[in-house]
């Protein structure tokens, strides 16, 4: 009986050290649908990592995606991981309670990440880190260089030369610029992308103190100088829409396109035959620093009531990595936010250069916290000031006195 007890047991431990071990399958969501087949790599590399995790991808369309992705959270039915918006769009959803609290000791890696980078993932209430930052994005001006070298133009130093460089093209019978202002979020990249420099550094910072508003004689200037620049716009811009103005520019009927630089993959995609260049829309001066806009873009974040919350930390853990954050900025052609990361690609290299002299992309850095929205308000009264139904300095008085609904500083 002893001898069939322990011929018994042993048989069945050799049963249970045969069973594979049970998967921790990980639902991962983000609004990346164009990333997927990137992302699905990514996600090969890390279950090749970690056996026994397997990570389930599903991409949902972007404007749509925090409706979506709350209401799942608040049904018991969200995902495992996530991609997380990032300053607003995050604590719509954080402030919540579904979001997964971080910090370095979860996650090491997060200890060398930058302070504007851990910022936008962070709630401003608790000060409280749900997100892994995952890219910056940075708003400037990309240029056909065959269309200048064969117009014999330079990259501009002032506003000028900006012009100049407009006139050659238009001269030549091209477009100077491919945007358009259909597309509502397109008015507020080319603020940023044209207006930063005549903005300056001081300009933000006076705001950011307090001490101005966007009445202020510079803000006004820069808006000033887009009106100006919008005369080099394709005719009838104002009902261009977006995948139109990115057509007219990719297939070489436009020399620039003022707008982000999550662009040159995608015109880098739709013609690869297209040589790029990027610079700083100038200010006045060559004496005047070109500045670019730059934000951080999204961030990776864990669902609090994830079943497999030691899973879900070893994959955010993964996307802190620099390993992961190389082969980002490698396949999907961005600035992963990630310390240490080179950028092989030397356009990418060159927009990385470039953000060395920044100011933040103003309204949805900081001006996405209440209602009206900023964003809203600056893509509205921008097709005005493009309708020429409204000045540079009513646009400047109208962003005040609707902030100030809810920004305190603003509060007469």
């Known amino acids: 009986m002893r001898k069939t007890f322990i011929r018994t047991t042993a048989a069945l431990g050799a049963l249970l050290m045969a069973l594979p071990v049970m998967a921790q399958e990980l639902t991962f969501w983000s609004w990346r649908q164009e990333d997927r087949a990137q992302y699905e790599k990514f996600i090969d590399a890390f279950e090749a990592q970690n056996p026994g995790i397997t990570v389930k991808f599903e991409a949902f369309e972007a404007a749509n995606y925090n409706t979506i992705l709350s209401t799942a959270l608040a049904g018991g039915t969200g995902p495992d991981l996530f991609m997380s918006r990032a300053y607003g769009g995050l ?7 579904h979001l997964m609290p971080l910090d370095s000791t979860k996650i090491p890696a997060l200890a060398d990440f930058t302070p504007a980078a851990l910022n936008a993932q962070t709630m401003r209430s608790d000060k409280t880190l749900y997100g892994v930052p995952f890219a910056s994005q940075t708003m400037l001006v990309i240029y056909n260089k065959d269309l200048f070298d064969k117009n014999g133009i330079a990259e501009p130093k002032t506003f000028d030369e900006l012009k100049a460089a407009a006139e050659k093209l238009k001269a030549a019978g091209l477009m100077p610029f491919a945007n358009g202002t259909a597309t509502a979020w397109q008015n507020e990249t080319i603020v940023s992308a044209l207006g930063s420099s005549f903005m300056g550094k001081s300009f933000y910072e006076d705001l950011m103190a307090g001490k101005a508003d966007f009445t202020d004689p510079r803000y006004v200037e820069a808006l000033t100088k887009l009106k100006e620049i919008s005369a ?8 261009l829409d977006y995948a139109s103005s990115q057509q007219l520019f990719t297939s070489g009927m436009a020399g620039m396109f003022a707008g982000g630089s999550f662009e040159l993959a995608n015109f880098a995609k739709q013609n690869p035959d297209l040589k ?5 829309a100038p200010g006045k001066s060559e004496e005047d620093e070109a500045l670019v806009g730059l934000f951080i873009d999204g961030g990776y974040a864990a669902n609090a009531k994830t079943k497999h919350p030691e899973a879900a930390l070893k994959f955010l853990n993964y996307v802190a990595s620099k390993d992961f954050g190389q082969a980002f900025a490698n396949g999907l052609r961005n600035i992963s936010t990630v310390p240490g990361v080179t950028f092989e690609d030397p356009l990418l290299a060159e927009v990385a250069e470039l953000n060395k002299n920044a100011i933040p992309y103003i309204m949805l850095v900081h001006f996405r916290f209440g209602e009206p929205s900023g964003s809203v308000l600056l893509q509205g009264e921008v097709q005005k000031l493009m309708a020429d139904k409204a000045t540079p300095a009513e646009v400047g008085t109208a962003l005040t006195t609707g902030l100030a609904n809810w920004y305190a500083p603003f509060k007469k």
């Open 91 to 97: 604590e719509t959803v954080a402030s919540a309670g």
């Open 276 to 280: 790029l260049g990027v610079f700083a």
């Open 232 to 239: 080099y716009f394709p005719d009838g811009f104002i009902g």
